[in-house]
């Protein structure tokens, strides 16, 4: 089947956060330019999904109050062990209405307050949110930046898991925001600290199933199996299939123990119901429409490769980050010499490239834009043709 990634669908006064976050920004902002921020899709959605959606409604289905059904927890279990060779209990499936929440939940249910969290920056935000709202003790452990890829620095890591107030870590994998995939040794060597230390591991891996050509991702599980005993592992199709506000996620605990500690806290939050409507398209995406994704991926490597290519032509000295999963391209633009609050006024007021900051994933982004490039190729190639005239003119190259 032949899917549409050419069509930008204007989302302007249609309620979308990250269309109103641009507008707010810069009230003066073109007609026809889009965000590259927020990590949603302005693209037609995928067929099938619609489809599902369609035919419920119009069959007389009813958005009443509803729970995971044996037909969509076989989904969620075929697709765990079709996409990620990963085979999972039905039982371990908790749902709940995104990834966030249940990782505040996993905070509340298996730590407490003063306990020191792991995070490794730079990192997806709402992981500092979520450790210092909740009153625990972030503990900060920077990747390291090599020629262009970033690692672990396990040296530290183990000093911090060492700590008698070190009760878990939160994991980003595929890493967002800098587009990396871990390998399984990283995997395997980030579970045996967390094994020594008896740390709980909370592996958020909603961009697991966006793995770009020649890339494999391990699911956190499968690195180290010992790792199940104490082990939360964070799935939803939001990212893959453009469905996050349908509120749907399923996170995954083997251990029965855990699992009932998570359980209770989120009852305990109130929280007892999943969208409706997402149950639907979940599993219609997880049995239909798997050829959709293919084919995002491929569309967002060959952006990558576009962008890639455009940059190393009109300024190489911004640094284009290999691009392994996610659809967000992490951008070096330290070697231009502005400093960061610069590049956003740059960006934000004379270009009108909205991306978001890479000061907002820690100290550590500095310097970066994160860019969602899952978007169509000409969207892409008009902010980075405005991105550059307004660098050109700054640098004094115009």
């Not at 396990?154 to 800098?178: D, G, V, W, Y």
């Amino acid at each position: 089947m032949s899917y549409d990634f050419s069509t930008l669908v204007c989302r302007t006064n249609s309620g979308s956060k990250k269309w109103d976050l641009m507008a707010a920004s810069c009230p003066n902002v073109a007609t026809g330019i889009a965000p590259f921020s927020v990590a949603d899709l302005d693209i037609p959605h995928a067929p099938e999904i619609v489809s599902a959606l369609t035919d419920f409604l119009s069959s007389g289905g009813i958005l009443g109050y509803a729970q995971p059904s044996v037909a969509y927890l076989d989904a969620v279990a075929s697709w765990m062990r079709r996409r990620h060779g990963w085979d999972i209990e039905p039982s371990w499936v908790c749902m709940t209405p995104g990834i966030v929440p249940a990782i505040y939940t996993a905070i509340r249910a298996l730590s407490e307050p003063g306990d020191a969290v792991i995070i490794s920056t730079p990192v997806y935000y709402p992981f500092f949110e979520a450790i210092e709202r909740t009153g625990r003790t972030l503990a900060r452990n920077p990747l390291i930046l090599e020629d262009g890829h970033y690692r672990y620095d396990f040296e530290q890591l183990e000093e911090l898991a060492s700590h008698p107030s070190t009760k878990m870590m939160l994991l980003c994998s595929p890493h967002n925001p800098i587009g990396q995939a871990w390998s399984r040794d990283d995997l395997h060597r980030i579970a045996d600290i967390c094994l020594a230390h008896d740390v709980v591991l909370v592996s958020d891996e909603i961009h697991f199933d966006l793995v770009m050509p020649g890339t494999t991702h391990t699911v956190t599980a499968l690195a180290h199996p010992e790792i199940s005993r104490q082990l939360i592992v964070c799935t939803a199709p939001s990212k893959s299939f453009n469905i996050a506000g349908l509120a749907t996620s399923n996170i995954i605990i083997p251990d029965a123990e855990m699992r009932r500690r998570f359980l209770a806290e989120h009852a305990a939050q109130g929280e007892t119901a999943v969208n409706t409507l997402g149950y639907i398209a979940c599993q219609a995406a997880y049995e239909r429409a798997e050829g959709w994704l293919d084919a995002l991926i491929e569309h967002v490597q060959q952006n990558h490769e576009v962008l890639r290519d455009f940059l190393a032509a009109r300024m190489p000295e911004i640094v284009v980050h290999k691009l392994e999963a996610t659809y967000l391209q992490w951008l070096d633009l330290r070697p231009l010499g502005i400093v960061p609050e610069r590049l956003e006024e740059l960006f934000t007021q004379e270009a009108q490239v909205f991306f978001d900051e890479g000061y907002i994933f820690g100290e550590e982004g500095a310097g970066f834009e994160r860019m969602n490039i899952a978007c169509p190729t000409k969207t892409m190639l008009a902010g980075l043709e405005r991105m550059i005239a307004v660098l050109e003119r700054e640098l004094g190259r115009a």
